[in-house]
């Protein structure tokens, strides 16, 4: 028998937050050194590394476990910013040389809101769009200290809204991805849904409206309504695994246990979904600009950093998990 049951929140799809019974004996094959990976400020970053990422960002940004489907539901790539032992999960030099060229003040952390800043928005897979037919996200890095500081500022923000809060920072000091000083700017939650499960999604371009069965969200734009992650639209993945027919594959009676009453905190994750598409949606621009400019200024080549010191990996052991002996079900 199974005691001691363990709930955790993951990223089951790229905006998408669902929990699981954090338990090896119940999972399919949890991959242990992501689970030992689970520290405070922990980031993972996403990718879709073996096919084209299609529409929407490069790369996706969580705070929690991702599902091994979580970019797009078409498999993906998850890469933590801390090894399991703590450490940095870098290319060995990278962070010395990087403090080098640009000064003190250059961690671990800022190199993933870099990431952030400059993939973080479907201008970067548009600008590479030829390239990235050649799967894998490869990213300019500035040797500009001004247009560094420019993307980890940006990167942080949109890390903050990937992640709901819970990694990342917003630029005004917001801990609370809930406060009334975002969402009173974004779309409001105006007609209940009620208790029935919904059966459709209707969106009302004219007068900017999202309704999901009797519920009514207002006003939503037409970018927040089909903002694409691997060209799968947010929205409709969303919506889809909570309908009284939920999507999804069938391999187990399981699958027909479904929630038979809609519950309010998934209207209220509904309006938060909204009201980080919108802020996401109104950084584009600047996310544009600034990989415009990194791409016109000074860049970082493979030769330079390999001459300042920045050791690749040979072999495979190069990139194997540094791990660390834990108690518990997942170390």
């Not at 199974?2 to 955790?8: L, Q």
């Not at 801390?82 to 000064?103: A, C, M, Q, R």
């Not at 105006?190 to 004219?206: E, W």
């Not at 994750?269 to 600009?289: C, I, K, N, R």
């Amino acid at each position: 028998m199974v005691t001691d049951v363990k709930y955790e929140r993951i990223t089951f799809r790229s905006f998408d937050r669902q929990w699981v019974i954090a338990d090896s004996r119940l999972l399919d094959r949890p991959r242990r050194p992501l689970w030992e990976a689970r520290h405070p400020g922990q980031i993972f970053v996403v990718e879709q590394h073996s096919i084209h990422p299609r529409q929407g960002p490069a790369l996706y940004f969580s705070g929690s476990m991702p599902d091994i489907n979580a970019f797009n539901n078409r498999g993906g790539r998850t890469l933590p910013m801390l090894h399991p032992d703590g450490s940095p999960n870098l290319v060995s030099g990278l962070l010395e040389v990087l403090v080098t060229h640009f000064g003190a003040g250059i961690d671990p952390t800022d190199l993933v809101y870099y990431l952030a800043g400059v993939t973080a928005h479907p201008g970067f897979v548009e600008t590479f769009d030829d390239e990235l037919t050649t799967p894998g996200i490869r990213v300019p890095m500035t040797a500009d200290r001004a247009l560094w500081d420019r993307a980890v500022q940006l990167g942080k923000h949109a890390v903050w809204l990937h992640s709901f809060g819970t990694a990342g920072g917003h630029p005004d000091g917001i801990h609370d991805i809930r406060s009334p000083q975002i969402l009173i700017a974004h779309p409001s939650y105006n007609v209940p849904v009620g208790k029935r499960m919904p059966t459709s999604l209707q969106y009302d371009a004219d007068a900017q409206e999202l309704r999901l069965g009797n519920g009514v969200w207002a006003p939503v734009s037409a970018e927040v309504r089909n903002y694409t992650v691997g060209g799968v639209k947010v929205i409709d993945s969303w919506v889809g695994y909570r309908m009284e027919k939920p999507k999804g594959r069938r391999s187990s009676p399981l699958d027909d246990i479904n929630v038979t009453q809609w519950p309010s905190e998934w209207s209220a994750e509904l309006s938060e979904l909204l009201s980080v598409l919108a802020q996401l949606v109104a950084l584009e621009p600047s996310q544009l600009d600034l990989l415009e400019d990194i791409l016109a200024g000074p860049l970082f080549t493979v030769e330079a950093l390999t001459e300042a010191g920045v050791q690749w990996p040979t072999s495979s052991a190069d990139r194997n998990p540094r791990r660390v002996v834990r108690g518990g079900l997942f170390g």
